[in-house]
T-cell receptor
Framework: RKEVEQDPGPFNVPEGATVAFNCTYSNSASQSFFWYRQDCRKEPKLLMSVYSSGNEDGRFTAQLNRASQYISLLIRDSKLSDSATYLC??????????FGTGTRLKVLA | DADVTQTPRNRITKTGKRIMLECSQTKGHDRMYWYRQDPGLGLRLIYY???????NKGEISDGYSVSRQAQAKFSLSLESAIPNQTALYFC???????????FGDGTRLSIL
């Protein structure tokens, strides 16, 4: 089993739609969680950290479910500019960050 | 100016050549990392460093070496490049393990 798993997609959604991605992790001791956005062949950019109580940043909402060991990202009112690959990143609290392979989102006009 | 700068941005070279990729940062972070990204495999850790005297191998360090010249500089070397080292390489920094990483723009490396 991979340490961090994501559905690769692509998720094709119309503009204005709401879309959600999940990411599961295997290490129950994981401490820190992040969502990054990566455009084609560019560097990953931090979208948001994920806090235990859940957090929101504009149209983006992140949730953490420790019991089921997954994090989620909800995007409301999708824009064409949201088209990208979304990377889930988990840190078990040691030296490393574990990256998922990403979920590809295409927002269609 | 970018907080994490990688040079070169693109490089095409031949098998057997020695190559150095450089990373410098202005964020003041102690922790620096080198990753490679291949299609479908996500980012894989090559080396990481927590300060100038602390350098550690990641999951795929074979064929690579690093040098931490200063807190702000971390270089990755391919001593004798081979075609399966063709990839997109990223440098990243972080302040603490519970804080997110910040990435450089990446280096596209092609080895013929």
């Amino acid at each position: 089993r991979k340490e961090v798993e994501q559905d690769p997609g692509p998720f094709n959604v119309p503009e204005g739609a709401t879309v959600a991605f999940n990411c599961t992790y295997s290490n129950s001791a994981s401490q820190s969680f992040f969502w990054y956005r990566q455009d084609c062949r560019k560097e990953p950019k931090l979208l948001m950290s994920v806090y235990s109580s859940g957090n929101e940043d504009g149209r983006f909402t992140a949730q953490l479910n420790r019991a089921s060991q997954y994090i989620s990202l909800l995007i409301r009112d999708s824009k064409l500019s949201d088209s990208a690959t979304y990377l889930c990143v988990v840190s078990p609290g040691t030296y490393k960050y574990i990256f998922g392979t990403g979920t590809r989102l295409k927002v269609l006009a | 100016d970018a907080d994490v700068t990688q040079t070169p941005r693109n490089r095409i070279t031949k098998t057997g050549k020695r190559i150095m990729l450089e990373c410098s940062q202005t964020k003041g972070h102690d922790r620096m990392y080198w990753y490679r990204q291949d299609p479908g495999l996500g980012l894989r850790l090559i080396y990481y460093s927590f300060d100038v005297k602390d350098i550690n191998k990641g999951e795929i360090s074979d064929g690579y070496s690093v040098s931490r010249q200063a807190q702000a500089k971390f270089s990755l070397s391919l001593e004798s490049a081979i075609p399966n080292q063709t990839a997109l390489y990223f440098c990243a920094t972080s302040d603490r393990i519970d804080q997110p990483q910040h990435f450089g723009d990446g280096t596209r490396l092609s080895i013929l």
